[in-house]
């Protein structure tokens, strides 16, 4: 009788390629088998050579599922051991899925052993961190649709709308194609892409680019093929992710306690709110000294709090204090009259407090709210022409926490054109057209800029969709999508126009 339980088959994961990335389990079941079955085509053979001058070594690319499973019983009820090698790790794209489900209908028992997944030796080629701080939480392991086709909602242009880190496999048949869909799914034409050829090979080779040249130059090099690992995702770039917060110094977690002085984590803004009029509302004892703390780096502040904690905060001059169920009536005073308005409170309240103030995009003040302690600082109302972005990120700054921005073009690392009108001090004429053309700017299409050249290099430089026009000449070659004048009339029945003055 054969102690199946002993005699298990096992799926091992032999890593990307390079010999040395095998588990010593793996190193383990190889030294042990009696019979290799193992992915020809993708398995570096030199991991066989720790095998036993008596093992059968077999490539499962020249057999059938049912031939596999039929040489793995007719094996293991000899007593003798199965090893079936996958290429990275078996759980991705291995088919051993299949293998198992004819295994449990046959009762052969089986262990699985992972691997080092092409993906990680991949990130290791690049040193790129696929999870980056402020960019990508997030990594998408995915295939192209090809002779496999991908479930509904799955398709590459549905995944690219989340802007996360996307790992892809099996897609190196049509670059062009790929590119295409992620583009149309939401990536910008410069979002980085990177592809690594046979990572952890002795040959393998990087390229980098963005989804706008990565086809050509992979077309340039032939650096692609079967063993290719293509990662797009702007985690790619090191100079746009922000600094983790288990490392920051601030960030109190388990094993270690935040150090209060230390910087804060978002690069310093201009200081542009310190001179703003801005009012600044708490209700608790906590929220009324971070709201102290908040307006002594501003200038030109006002603090307001409820009459309950006059006595503790009445030496704070120039604090105003409202009575028992005023606080709306404080609002409705004070809603035109500040730039500004920094409440320190819970966000519910906030968005019922103003809800009936709220008129429109290009005249409400910046809204920004922030827990009592100063922890998080949310934009929540005129992000760009108001801008409450910036005073999020001013907040944040002064009282150490972090900024929570969520307009799409802040996300993407794009310049607003109605946010770089607020900072530059100029005026949008139909502000109307803010909605369609930053929508262009966050598609990567076409737009030409008539603004002075120094604010465009400011800006808009590294864009390759962007151009710079130096007079309306220039206007009729360029088959833009979209117009960004400033200073001049430009009437056109087709394009559409922001214009700025
Ligand atoms: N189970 C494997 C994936 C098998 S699917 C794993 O975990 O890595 C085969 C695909 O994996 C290839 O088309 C390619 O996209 C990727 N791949 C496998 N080995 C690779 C390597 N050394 N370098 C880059 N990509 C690789």
């Known amino acids: 009788m054969i102690d199946m339980q002993n005699n298990k088959i096992i799926f091992a994961g032999a890593g990307p390629g390079a010999p040395d990335l095998i588990t010593l389990r793996c190193l383990k079941a190889i030294e042990d088998a009696d019979l290799i079955i193992y992915a020809g085509s993708l398995v570096n053979p030199e991991v066989l050579k720790y095998s036993r ?11 059938s599922l049912g031939e596999i499973i039929d040489l793995m019983r007719k094996t293991v009820s000899r007593g003798e051991k199965v090893l079936r090698l996958h290429t990275g790790d078996p759980a991705i794209y291995g088919a051993i899925g299949e293998q198992m489900t004819e295994l449990d209908k046959l009762k052969i028992p089986y262990e699985v052993i992972p691997g080092v997944s092409s993906v990680f030796a991949s990130a290791a080629a690049l040193k790129t961190e696929l999870t980056a701080p402020g960019v990508s939480q997030t990594v998408i392991l995915t295939r192209q649709a090809g002779r496999t086709p991908v479930p509904h909602g799955q398709e590459i242009a549905n995944l690219a709308r989340h802007g996360a880190t996307m790992a892809i496999f099996l897609s190196s048949g049509d670059v062009n194609g790929l590119v295409e869909e992620l583009v149309r799914g939401g990536y910008s034409p410069d979002t980085p892409a990177s592809v690594v050829y046979r990572a952890s090979w002795k040959d393998e080779e990087i390229t980098r680019g963005t989804l706008n040249d990565i086809d050509s130059k992979l077309k340039k090099t032939g650096f692609i093929g079967r063993q290719a690992m293509i990662i797009v995702g702007n985690a790619l770039d090191r100079d746009m992710c922000g600094k983790s917060l288990l490392y920051d110094e601030r960030f109190t977690h ?10 804060p984590v978002f690069p310093a803004t201009t200081n542009v709110f310190s001179n703003r009029k801005i009012a600044i509302y708490a209700i608790t004892a906590e929220g009324a000294e971070t709201a102290i703390k908040l307006s002594s780096s501003i200038k030109s502040s006002k603090v307001f709090l409820p009459f309950r904690q006059k006595d503790k905060f009445d030496k704070n001059s120039g604090t105003e204090f409202f009575g028992e169920g005023k606080f709306d009536e404080v609002l409705a005073r004070t809603w035109n009259k500040f730039e500004g308005h920094i409440f320190l409170m819970a966000t519910g309240i906030v968005v019922r407090k103003i809800s009936k103030l709220v008129d429109s995009k290009t005249s409400d003040p910046a809204v920004v709210v922030c827990d009592q302690k100063g922890n998080f600082a949310i934009s929540l109302l005129s992000g760009h022409i108001g801008g409450a972005n910036r005073l999020a990120k001013f907040a944040a700054e002064a009282l150490g926490g972090q900024a929570v921005v969520t307009t799409a073009t802040d996300v993407q690392n794009l310049m607003a054109f109605d946010e770089m009108a607020s900072i530059e001090g100029w005026k949008v004429v139909n502000p109307e057209k803010i909605k369609v053309l930053n929508s262009m700017l966050l ?7 008539m603004i002075p050249r120094d604010i465009f290099n400011k800006y808009y430089s590294s864009k390759k969709n962007l151009s710079f026009l130096s007079s309306p000449d220039k206007i009729s070659s360029g088959n833009f999508d979209g117009l960004v004048i400033r200073g001049k009339q430009y009437k056109s029945s087709r394009t559409p126009v922001l214009l700025l003055k």
């Open 443 to 449: 598609e990567g299409r076409k737009i030409g800029l």
């Open 53 to 63: 001058k008596s093992c059968r070594i077999i490539d499962s690319a020249k057999i």
């Open 254 to 263: 388990g094993y270690r306690k935040a150090v209060k002085t230390a910087k």
